[in-house]
């Protein structure tokens, strides 16, 4: 099980961060994706840290022992939405529940 | 244009059956493994099933095991989705996915979904 806050709020231009607690994640390959209202997921951090091409170097990550952490620097508008995290165990992808992001 | 287009979503009763599809574009599919993904309304994101590229491999959700059925077809570049005895709580977008070796296995190409509603 991944357990993630519910909601996480930050300043426009400040830094958010979203955690993701687990059993031993540190041991686990930790991938990040981000929805927004409506439309589906995007992918932007795999392998804990790794950004794909296009997502900004605002978004990095980290993981060790039973936390792996998203953060956003400089958040903007359009970083709002829903962020998951995911990782694979035992043949079976588990998600997250899910942070709410706001930018107030 | 790397694309993934589900269809199939529909209204359908408790314990009905409905089979989603999936097709591909745009990539090699073939070469890549796939997914099924859900989310409830209002709710998050679930994963149900896995299948490799020759088929030889399959896992399951628990909650979908013994009703769902995922499936490929590698000449038509599609996926799979055939779903029995379906409940209420199965109502939901239902996504396909890809997972890339090139992402550590991560879910980098998501389809727009195509929505199942149980319900009498």
């Known amino acids: 099980e991944l357990t993630q806050p519910v909601s996480v709020s930050v300043a426009l231009g400040q830094t958010a961060t979203i955690p993701c607690g687990g059993d031993?994640?540190?041991?686990?390959?930790v991938h990040w994706y981000h929805q927004k209202a409506g439309r589906a997921p995007v992918v932007v951090l795999y392998?804990?840290?790794r950004r794909p091409s296009g997502i900004p170097e605002r978004f990095s990550g980290s993981n060790s022992g039973n936390m792996a952490t998203l953060t956003i620097s400089s958040a903007q508008v359009g970083d709002e939405g829903d962020y998951y995290c995911?990782?694979?165990?035992?043949?079976?992808?588990?998600f997250g529940g899910g942070t709410k992001l706001t930018v107030l | 244009e790397v694309q993934l287009v589900e269809s199939g979503g529909n209204l359908v009763q408790p314990g009905g059956s409905l089979r989603v599809s999936c097709a591909a574009s745009g990539f090699t599919f073939s070469s890549d493994t796939m997914n099924w993904v859900r989310q409830a309304p209002g709710k998050g994101l679930e994963w149900l099933s896995y299948i490799s590229t020759d088929s030889s491999t399959i896992y399951y959700a628990d909650s979908v095991k013994g009703r769902f059925t995922i499936s490929r077809d590698n000449v038509k570049n599609s996926v799979f989705l055939q779903m029995n005895s379906l409940r209420v709580e199965d109502t939901a977008v239902y996504y396909c996915?890809?997972?890339?070796?090139?992402?550590?296995?991560?879910?980098?190409?998501w389809g727009q979904g195509t929505k199942v509603t149980v319900s009498s």
């Open positions: 031993n994640i540190g041991t686990h390959n």
């Open positions: 392998r804990d840290a």
């Open positions: 996915v890809r997972d890339s070796p090139n992402f550590w296995g991560a879910f980098d190409v």
């Open positions: 995911e990782v694979w165990a035992s043949n079976t992808a588990i």
